[in-house]
């Protein structure tokens, strides 16, 4: 990106003042590096965004942002439903409430070393990945509706672990104002053999090491401690999520026109939120969230069944939950008066600051847990949200490495079998349905997770906890 | 100047871009579905034996390949089909209707890289070029 373009605000914060048609500025929170490494279309995009009626303050992007569609990933951006804001299927993405979560298991490093062959090999039956893969479950269409009431609520009360686990899950498991009805035949139809499956892309099971701690306090209090072993389950909404945001972007681009709103891109079509598409969307997505939190609930039992085969004493205990694809009705103080908002969060993690009131007790004094993904050889990282998330960015953090190359330049220079043979030297075992895949998701292909994150702290969005190191890596 | 219909793929940052190029805009549409099935296997692995119809309709001509591409996409996941041919009967700039044929996913015969979740408007376009037809999107995978 032309650095020549932006007004530096501080050194990790700059503006695009607004002009042409901007209601607002936008801020990209980064490194001088990050930025002059960031694609063009960040800028275009997400000064796309700030053109949007009802928007807020100001549109930000993180400092993971790429290339999106309409908004940039790593976009977030707020609108007020009594201000004709809008909301935007594209603002939310494909994969609706793709997200994270963390579970920690409480054994030694040494310990998972000794079986990890067999427990990636275990790992890679159970939890189906890749292309077409199927889960044994089937659901009816009246179980279809439950789960997208009932989120990960409903995958525990059907057995998929445990009571405990929905107190570290956004909304507590269960996102409100989910309308099954909302949801078309074909979205439904398409979830049908997905639940209980990761995907593939960029979608992962990763077996890791808390390979260092940076805050001791916040770490204890995830319950945290170096070179013990945790897992991160990275997926979304499946093919449900998908066809939604397939068939309102569509429906969204005439309502757009119709509501007289000018689309300097077609993928940021979207809806007064106080309209009947706005809110049919709404009820869709937030239905979609539930598949979501009911889908990485059902791979986590899947999980706990694997490693109860090998470590029966261990019990995995759910760190958190994070959603990094939403649109979300949230309380935002703006020029000092409290209001009801819709923040679009697009490949962005909510990250409340310590003391929020939506924090469980147990998170009250360290914030919200934010897990970024690395590459399958970097590495990822655990942090929490900062109080001065909250003045910077709605409470919004980075939520991945970013990719710095494309898939097509990938797979041209790298190759799937060669990335699985060095990473195991390297102490590290992938297993995937696809040499191809991993070479798209080549450890290369990915910008500087270290850079990201460092960013992201120094800009006040989110704090650094540990950095956990891959060993297994289960790649859809 | 090309010379014949053909597909190709194009670089978009996060995900992937499918062309198809062709004299007519059937052809051009036909290429798509190719480019589609070539980012998630060798289409050439796929046998064209199972043939699954096709109606779109779309408000103009950029909508209809929209619909189009994810009407293929549904019908791969929904069916867990791969699809190598695709035999457009008509075209219109708001309708067309089709037969694509393809066959069940294979994992060892067709080494399926990555899913596709859906055709987007990023880099949307139908347009006629000197006498020939392209027909483009990013997928987003």
Not at chain 1, 231 to 254: A, D, Y
Not at chain 2, 9 to 21: K, N
Not at chain 2, 72 to 85: A, M
Request: proline share 4%.
């Amino acid at each position: 990106m032309n650095i020549e373009l932006l007004k530096r605000r501080s050194e990790f914060e700059w503006e695009i003042s607004p002009h042409g048609q901007m209601r607002v500025p936008a801020v990209i929170y980064a490194s001088e590096g990050l930025i002059r490494a960031m694609d063009d279309k960040v800028y275009e995009q997400i000064r796309n965004v700030a053109t949007l009626p009802g928007v807020v303050k100001e549109v930000y992007a993180m400092p993971d942002a790429h290339w999106g569609y309409g908004f940039p990933i790593g976009g977030v951006a707020a609108f007020d439903p009594d201000a004709g804001g809008v909301i935007s299927a594209g603002g939310v993405g494909f994969d609706i409430s793709c997200g994270v979560r963390l579970l920690r298991t409480g054994l030694h490093v040494d310990d998972v070393l000794k079986v990890n062959e067999d427990l990636a090999e275990s790992l890679f039956r159970n939890i189906p990945a890749g292309v077409g893969s199927k889960s044994h479950i089937r659901l009816s269409d009246k179980e279809i509706d439950d789960v997208l009431l009932g989120g990960a609520r409903w995958a525990v009360s059907q057995g998929y672990g445990w009571p405990e686990d929905l107190n570290f899950i956004e909304e507590n498991g269960q996102m409100r104002g989910a309308k099954p009805e909302e949801v078309s035949p074909r979205a439904k139809e398409r979830q049908r053999p997905e639940m209980g499956t990761l995907g593939s892309g960029n979608h992962y099971l990763e077996v890791q090491e808390v390979s260092t701690i940076f805050d001791e306090k916040t770490a204890k209090a995830l319950g945290l401690n170096k070179n013990e072993v945790v897992i991160s389950i990275h997926c979304g909404s499946r093919g449900l999520g998908h066809q939604i945001g397939t068939e309102f972007l569509k429906e969204m681009v005439v309502a757009a026109a119709k509501a007289g709103i000018h689309l300097p891109d077609r993928e940021l079509a979207c809806a007064p939120i106080n309209s009947q598409v706005g809110q049919s969307y709404l009820g869709a997505m937030r239905a979609a969230i539930n598949c979501a939190l009911a889908n990485r609930q059902i791979i986590t039992h899947f999980t706990r069944e694997v490693f109860n085969e090998y470590f029966p004493e261990a019990k995995l205990e759910l760190v958190y939950d994070v959603s990094h694809n939403t649109c979300k009705e949230e309380w935002h103080v703006v020029d000092g008066k409290r209001k009801k908002l819709f923040v679009h969060r697009k490949g962005a993690t909510r990250a409340w600051g310590p003391g929020h009131s939506e924090l469980p007790y147990e998170l009250q004094k360290v914030g919200q847990p934010v897990f970024i993904g690395g590459s399958m050889a970097t590495g990822s990282y655990v942090l929490v949200g900062m109080k001065t998330s909250a003045e910077r960015s709605f409470n919004s953090a980075c939520h991945g490495a970013g990719r710095a190359m494309s898939r097509t330049q990938a797979v041209r220079k790298f190759q799937g079998n060669k990335i699985v043979h060095d990473l195991k030297v390297r102490g590290i075992l992938i297993r995937s349905p696809s040499f191809r895949g991993v070479a798209e998701e080549a450890p290369e292909a990915y910008k500087d997770v270290d850079a990201v994150v460092d960013s992201a702290e120094c800009a006040g969005l989110a704090k650094k906890v540990a950095r956990l190191k891959p060993l297994i890596c289960i790649k859809g | 100047m090309v010379s014949q219909k053909r597909w190709e793929h194009f670089s978009h940052e996060a995900d992937i871009g499918v062309r198809g190029i062709g004299p007519t805009l059937k052809d051009a549409f036909e290429m798509t579905g190719m480019a589609l099935t070539a980012v998630i296997t060798d289409p050439q692995s796929v046998h064209p034996q199972t043939p699954v119809p096709i109606k779109c309709r779309a408000p103009d001509r950029e909508l209809l390949l929209y619909e189009w591409l994810n009407h293929i996409i549904y019908e791969l996941d929904t069916r867990r089909l791969l699809f190598s041919k695709f035999d457009i009967k008509t075209i219109t700039d708001t309708e067309l209707e089709a037969t694509i044929y393809g066959e069940t996913v294979n994992h060892s015969q067709h080494k399926p890289a990555v899913d596709v979740k859906g055709a987007t408007m990023t880099e949307l376009r139908v347009c006629e070029e000197n006498g020939y037809w392209l027909a483009q999107c990013v997928v987003d995978v």
